[in-house]
């Protein structure tokens, strides 16, 4: 390993210890983040107090109701009236669920507010093994919000009906096999069924607000149609739209781990037309969109839900609130979305609620793939035009996702080999000329750097050698680096997926775990240790100790210690991060190390090497650009110092 090549190394390890760095919140966003915190609780608190006193009066009202206390149903539905007008009456119900179901996901209902109340995916489960739920609960905020008669009327206060009358519709369909999931070619060439389910709010016969839910066998969208009849009179007129609010607490599916499924829950958004952008990842945030927005999305780590319009939304508002583990370990953040929607005779809206896989959302056509992290935007095409197709060619034919990434690893190495070979050639040249460059270095001494730099451009160029030509491989090897760097924790498809010890892909493969945090670097490593990337260090070590043995460190102070320090802090930083990760180093280091010795073995001698070069000392020697530049440099540099003397 030459010098350039360590230096790209350690570019590599500043780099990604800054971006860890830069993820980590400041004193300043710590304590804001308690603030917020402790105002969000007492939120909660209040939150709580005042739905309990809601129940309560909805259980009192109920209890009169059942009772046939005519004096007091009658008296409540006057105030319910006087508080909210012609929509009083829809105040007062008893709460009841129903269910729209598919092969993929059970989406039940609430006739109060006729909200989707939760949403559970069939073919996926919670880290526990539990039902993997989306959103659930009484605090799932869905409705609509407007102005009537000078009264703020909020739907998801108000009690629809059911107009179809059933409690429970299932969708069904031909089977589908695996990979097929969601698919929409899929579906046109083997089409299920598709069914409704209908609320309406009727404060007056002929004059209602409605719900309509669609769902198709093996879809993971959900049409939403909002039809409105007869509603002119008692909706204000000055109203262009209509405020939709969204809004619930975000449970935790994976983990706990600071690099995964903590990380990568924000909300993401596409403006119309424009680019997809996204709420701080690390923290609680919030954004005005006063421009049209085509979707907004409450994405998690895998799982994202998100709601879409046939046109635009005119304009949106977007908050989430970060929560900590350690407060509430059951739910990652809340997420809220005030979307304006144009009061019209009625809005086709869709939601997504599904995994995010690549392929499924990109054939929606709607960029909905770029919620899912993929990198920078040298990384990204790497991810996007060569590993994902190859992992999705390799998936097909083989279902254990230890050797897909096996396969997947062999098959990059064996494209970058020729480049590697070429690297390990020009060291060999290097240590070739290492006799003629020590002389060179020993006739100049320090104190004339400029003819020392000519005089070993010029071996270079008489024996044919670039200096630059180990540089090559590890420029071409860095996107990829990169790109896998973002590809395993997002890649869902590991999700759940088993190989030797490791039970999941997606997160760490610990084998020694502890209950206290270890100040420092347990910020990195967290509380255990993986076996996965204890195996990447050793090898890394092994193949550093190979690559030094064929390159010299000399002239270089120190640079010997770090080339075996750097494996160790990599060892802390990627400790935490998906054993899909850390697997699929260790097997690139393994094949390195394989690579090095058969090179050495059957490919270079550098007894012919030196003798090549001597003989190449004797032609004429050709200067490329690179070097006629080098030179020219050197010159420049040279009378500058002349005139400055």
Not at 244 to 252: N, T
Not at 278 to 291: A, F, H, I, P, R
């Amino acid at each position: 390993m030459d010098r350039k090549s360590i230096i790209g190394i350690a570019l590599i390890f500043v780099i990604l210890v800054v971006f860890s760095y830069i993820n980590q919140p400041s004193k300043d966003e710590i304590e804001a983040a308690k603030l917020r915190r402790d105002s969000i609780e007492q939120v909660e608190a209040q939150k709580a107090l005042e739905q309990q006193k809601l129940l309560e009066e909805q259980a009192r009202q109920q209890d009169a109701i059942e009772v046939g206390d005519t004096a007091t149903q009658q008296e409540l539905e006057q105030a319910k009236e006087s508080e909210l007008g012609i929509f009083g009456r829809a105040a007062l119900g008893k709460e009841e669920f129903s269910t729209l179901e598919n092969d993929r996901m059970i989406i039940t209902f609430s006739n109060k507010g006729g909200r989707i109340y939760s949403v559970e995916l069939k073919d996926y489960k919670r880290y526990d093994s539990t039902a993997l739920v989306l959103f659930d609960g009484p605090e799932t905020l869905f409705g609509l919000n407007f102005f009537s008669q000078n009264r703020s009327i909020s739907t998801d206060q108000l009690f629809f009906n059911r107009i179809d009358g059933s409690n429970k519709v299932v969708v069904n369909g031909p089977p589908v096999k695996k990979g097929d999931e969601g698919r929409i070619k899929v579906n046109r060439e083997n089409p299920g069924e598709t069914k409704s389910v209908t609320f309406r709010l009727e404060p007056e016969p002929g004059r209602y607000i409605e719900y309509v839910y669609t769902l198709s066998h093996n879809s993971f969208m959900v049409d939403f149609d909002v039809n409105m009849k007869g509603m002119d009179d008692y909706i204000s007129r000055n109203q262009s739209y209509l405020n939709f609010s969204w809004a619930y607490d975000v449970p935790r599916q994976e983990h706990y781990s600071r690099f995964g499924e903590d990380r990568y829950t924000n909300i993401t958004y596409k403006f119309f037309e424009d680019e997809v952008d996204n709420l701080s990842k690390g923290k609680s945030d919030e954004e005005e969109l006063t421009t049209s927005v085509k979707w907004i999305g409450f994405k998690q780590l895998f799982f994202s839900s998100t709601i879409i319009s046939s046109d635009a939304f005119p304009n949106a508002s977007v908050r989430q609130d970060k929560y900590d583990h350690e407060n509430n370990p059951d739910y990652l953040a809340y997420f809220q979305a005030d979307i304006a929607i144009p009061y019209e005779g009625e809005s086709n809206l869709r939601f997504y609620f599904g995994p995010n896989h690549y392929q499924t959302l990109k054939q929606y056509d709607l960029d909905m793939e770029r919620q899912i992290d993929l990198g920078y935007a040298i990384v990204r095409p790497v991810n996007k035009y060569v590993i994902i197709p190859v992992f999705n060619f390799l998936r097909r034919y083989i279902s254990n996702f230890g050797i897909i990434i096996l396969l997947l690893t062999v098959m990059i190495k064996m494209v970058l080999f020729p480049f590697t070979y070429k690297s390990y050639m020009s060291q060999a040249k290097m240590r070739a000329l290492k006799p003629e460059i020590d002389e060179i270095n020993e006739k100049f001494g320090k104190e004339k750097a400029m003819e020392k730099q000519q005089a070993t451009m010029a071996l270079y160029r008489k024996a044919g050698v670039n200096p630059m030509g180990g540089c090559l491989p590890m420029i071409l090897q860095m996107p990829i680096l990169f790109a896998m760097f973002f590809f395993f924790p997002t890649s869902i498809e590991l999700r759940g997926q088993s190989f030797l010890w490791a039970h999941d892909l997606s997160t760490y493969d610990s084998i020694i775990s502890w209950n206290f945090d270890i100040p420092l670097i347990g910020n990195f490593m967290g509380n255990h240790i993986s076996l996965f990337t204890v195996l990447m260090t050793i090898t890394t070590i092994i193949s550093t100790k190979l690559s030094q043995s064929s390159a010299s460190t000399q002239g270089m102070p120190g640079m010997k210690s770090m080339m075996y320090i750097m494996p160790v802090m990599f060892f802390f930083l990627l400790n935490s991060y998906p054993s899909g990760l850390s697997y699929y180093y260790f097997l690139a280091n393994l094949i390195t190390i394989g690579q090095t010795y058969a090179i050495r073995q059957f490919f270079v001698d550098e007894d012919k090497i030196r003798a090549q070069l001597q003989a190449n000392k004797k032609k004429p020697a050709k200067k490329s650009g690179f070097q006629k530049r080098l030179e020219d440099m050197a010159k420049q540099q040279q009378q500058i110092q002349k005139r400055k003397k």
